[in-house]
Nanobody
Framework: QVQVVESGGGLVQPGESLRLSCAAS????????MDWYRQAPGKQRELVAT???????NYADSVKGRFTISRDNAKNTVYLQMNSLKPEDTAIYFC????????????????WGQGTQVTVSS
């Protein structure tokens, strides 16, 4: 069983920064792509940023130049540095990890965390 746990959310004012973390744990052989998604009230979940095991990144247009995704493969952890936050960034942020895991046999599937709330308000 693999667990994915996010942390680092909170309440900030517009223009401020936050750093989210997401750690995967369990009998993990390989973590391929790791993503950050977000879901605002009344809206669909949207992809914010993606990072491959090799470090290639991709961002939603709405966060380009403000958010930076990174990962520490040794710690099975992905980060999302969020700068110049805007009220429209308010959402629950979810981490998704594409993981090959298992003790008796290997299986590859996506695991989601429970989410962390980010609120940007003055």
């Amino acid at each position: 069983q693999v667990q994915v746990v996010e942390s680092g959310g909170g309440l900030v004012q517009p223009g401020e920064s936050l750093r989210l973390s997401c750690a995967a744990s369990g009998i993990i052989w390989t973590i391929y792509v790791m993503d950050w998604y977000r879901q605002a009230p009344g809206k669909q979940r949207e992809l914010v940023a993606t990072i491959t095991s090799g470090g290639s990144t991709n961002y939603a247009d709405s966060v380009k130049g403000r958010f930076t995704i990174s990962r520490d493969n040794a710690k099975n952890t992905v980060y999302l540095q969020m700068n110049s936050l805007k009220p429209e960034d308010t959402a629950i942020y979810f981490c998704r990890a594409d993981v090959e895991a298992g003790a008796a046999y290997r299986r590859r599937r996506a695991y989601w965390g429970q989410g962390t709330q980010v609120t940007v308000s003055s």
